[in-house]
Each structure stands twice: as structure tokens, then as C-alpha cells.
């Protein structure tokens, strides 16, 4: 017998001056695990690593990767401006870099609009 699993969770990265929070979501939007790791990164090369442990965590379950991040974002190309408390991400292409590396749909969005946008959401669907 053959077992195939199929990736239906998603990975939500939470990027913030303390810490990088994260979790497992559900296509319902229910969060499924999160745990969180220190932000002590202080530039773009330590900041790849610490997506690249949490994201090589749960790649096996999931189909897609949210990610937030303080600063202005270009949402079409994954692009950050201006990192606020983490300036070494102004011009960082988080979407490209990811989508390259893991071969899954990737989208990256300013944390305050993420929020925003989340509660919009379960509002909808609710």
C-alpha cells in the first residue's frame, strides 16, 4: 500500500526586532502549532538561516509560506524597504530568494497590514 501525504497546512513567519514567531495554520485559517525563536540576527545572511531552520522544519505539510515583516513591501515581488527595527532587510527579496530555494508559493507582506488583513479574514469567513 502506498501512502500519499498530501501538503494542505501553511506556514505563517511572524519577523519582528525580538523574535521571529511562526506557525502551522490550516486551510480554515486554525493554528495548528507555533512556537517562536530569538530575532538576534543582524544581517540578511543570519536572517536567511534562522527562516531557512523553520521553514526546513515543516516543509514536508505545508503548500505555502506567509510571511510578515516590519518596513514597506513591494507584495507582487516579495520585496522589503526600509526594515524598521531590522534595517538589513531594506531591499531584501524574501520572495524570490524563498520561492527559488523551496519551490512553494511564497508571499510576504508588511506585519501591520498582515494583521489587518487576518482579522478582515475570520471576519469574512466567520
Not at 530569538?38 to 531557512?52: A, G, K, M, T, V
Not at 531591499?91 to 511564497?106: C, S
Request: hydrophobic share 45%; aromatic share 8%; charged share 20%.
Amino acid at each position: 500500500m502506498i501512502v500519499i501525504f498530501m501538503k494542505t497546512d501553511y506556514l505563517a513567519i511572524d519577523v519582528g526586532g525580538t523574535n521571529i514567531k511562526y506557525g502551522i495554520l490550516d486551510h480554515s485559517g486554525i493554528l495548528l502549532f507555533n512556537d517562536k525563536v530569538p530575532s538576534n540576527c543582524h544581517c540578511l545572511d543570519e536572517f536567511y538561516q534562522i527562516l531557512d531552520k523553520i521553514i526546513r522544519l515543516n516543509l514536508k505539510r505545508i503548500k505555502g509560506i506567509a510571511v510578515s515583516v516590519p518596513g514597506k513591501v513591494d507584495v507582487r515581488t516579495g520585496t522589503v524597504y526600509f526594515g524598521g527595527a531590522l534595517p538589513f532587510l531594506n531591499g531584501a527579496t524574501i520572495k524570490k530568494i524563498l520561492e527559488n530555494k523551496y519551490h512553494i508559493l511564497v508571499g510576504v507582506e508588511n506585519d501591520g497590514k498582515s494583521a489587518a488583513l487576518a482579522e478582515l479574514w475570520l471576519r469574512i469567513t466567520k
